[in-house]
């Protein structure tokens, strides 16, 4: 299978703050085109032998296939979480525009 062009990657924090901190660092530094927040949401997880409810924010990334390293580097650096969600998701489709912008925006 051939390695999609672009990527949806996902992860979650704890404050509106610290999401659109991590947003804004992702977007700056090139590393995604774009970054949409969306919360609060309840995220309900097993952790160290215990289920646990809480409330997060999830920020959803576009970028490249190429920049994807650059980008898990930077949330792994700037997270707040020891363990945190880092999830890339295929883009198999899309309008040709929109994921040449992506492209155009996540190029170092």
Same mark, same amino acid.
């Given at each position: 299978?051939?390695?999609?062009? *672009?990527?949806?990657?996902?992860? !979650? !924090?704890?404050?509106?703050?610290?999401?659109?901190?991590?947003?804004?660092?992702?977007?700056?530094?090139?590393?995604?085109? *774009?970054?949409?927040?969306?919360?609060?949401?309840?995220?309900?997880?097993?952790?160290?032998?215990?289920? #646990?409810?809480? $409330? #997060?924010?999830?920020?959803?990334?576009?970028?490249?296939?190429?920049?994807?390293?650059?980008?898990?580097?930077?949330?792994?650096?700037?997270?707040?979480? #020891?363990?945190?969600?880092?999830?890339?998701?295929?883009? $198999?489709?899309?309008?040709?525009?929109?994921?040449?912008?992506?492209?155009?925006? !996540?190029?170092?």
């Amino acid at each position: 299978m051939e390695t999609p062009a *672009c990527l949806a990657v996902l992860t !979650t !924090t704890d404050s509106a703050d610290g999401a659109a901190e991590l947003a804004r660092g992702a977007v700056a530094g090139r590393f995604a085109a *774009c970054a949409q927040i969306s919360g609060p949401v309840t995220s309900v997880y097993r952790w160290r032998g215990a289920v #646990e409810t809480a $409330v #997060e924010w999830q920020i959803q990334f576009k970028t490249s296939a190429a920049r994807y390293p650059d980008l898990e580097a930077h949330l792994r650096a700037a997270h707040g979480y #020891e363990t945190p969600e880092i999830v890339a998701v295929p883009v $198999v489709a899309g309008g040709a525009d929109y994921l040449r912008w992506v492209a155009e925006e !996540t190029a170092p």
